[in-house]
């Protein structure tokens, strides 16, 4: 026991207390930690869990930061990357599957709690469309453009015709401000109705449109803007 290094036994009540009390009863640091043990076995893995906080504010924040961003951590190697993206992976994935080939009526706030944990820590501006069948179910969900910070191509025939080739009925359009700030700007609001005008042409319905951010989101739906 004495040769055991002074983490040992906080890794053991750290495992200990995750599986009694579950994660909610961890801060983000000690979540952070226990992300963290298999990628550094031999190290105590606080002072880094501390860093990444300090550089990115929460736990969701850490594990969405770009690679590049995380690598300049001091610590912060290959290993402790791939980790972190893993359980970004894993959240991801839970949450798509949650809602995918369900009733958007039914699964609304799963729904965006997906789109949150997907687009709203990007640095740069994603364009989501989520394709539904005639039942309103979730067929598809692509990215179908990154941008800048502040903008993102959209191009409302290229939106109508990838609707087409899947067969969906209907579609919502999502997109990030990485601004934080979810108000459309007039350039959202002049595209969304282009949009909208090109698939009623071909009996596409565009449902909504939805803006996110680290702050909230905002519909064009419950907006009144379509």
């Known amino acids: 026991m004495a040769d055991q290094p002074h983490y040992a036994g906080h890794r053991k009540r750290l495992r200990e207390r995750l599986m009694n009390a579950g994660a909610d009863a961890l801060p983000d640091y000690e979540l952070l930690e226990l992300v963290l043990f298999a990628a550094l076995p031999r190290r105590d893995t606080k ?34 990357i ?73 191009y ?11 067969g969906a009925s209907a579609v919502i359009m999502v997109h990030n401000h990485p601004s934080g700030d979810p108000t459309p700007s007039q350039a959202d609001i002049e595209m969304t109705e282009e949009v909208k005008d090109a698939g009623e042409k071909l009996g596409i319905a565009l449902h909504d449109h939805v803006i996110i951010s680290k702050r909230g989101n905002n519909s064009f739906k419950t907006m009144g803007l379509i």
């Open 82 to 154: 791939a980790a972190l993206k893993t359980v970004q992976a894993a959240a991801l994935r839970l949450a798509r599957d949650e809602v995918m080939e369900q009733p958007v009526i039914t699964s609304w706030q799963k729904l965006m709690s997906y789109c949150r944990a997907s687009m709203a820590h990007e640095a740069n501006e994603q364009f989501r469309i989520l394709f539904l069948n005639h039942r309103n179910m979730l067929i598809a969900d692509e990215v179908q453009q990154r941008g800048t910070v502040d903008h993102t191509p959209v």
């Open 47 to 80: 002072p880094l869990a501390k860093a990444l906080l300090d550089r990115f504010g929460t736990f969701a924040e850490v594990i969405s930061a770009d690679a590049k961003l995380l690598a300049e951590v001091d610590g912060a190697g290959d290993g402790v």
């Open 156 to 166: 409302p025939r290229e939106v109508v015709k990838r609707a087409l080739e899947l």
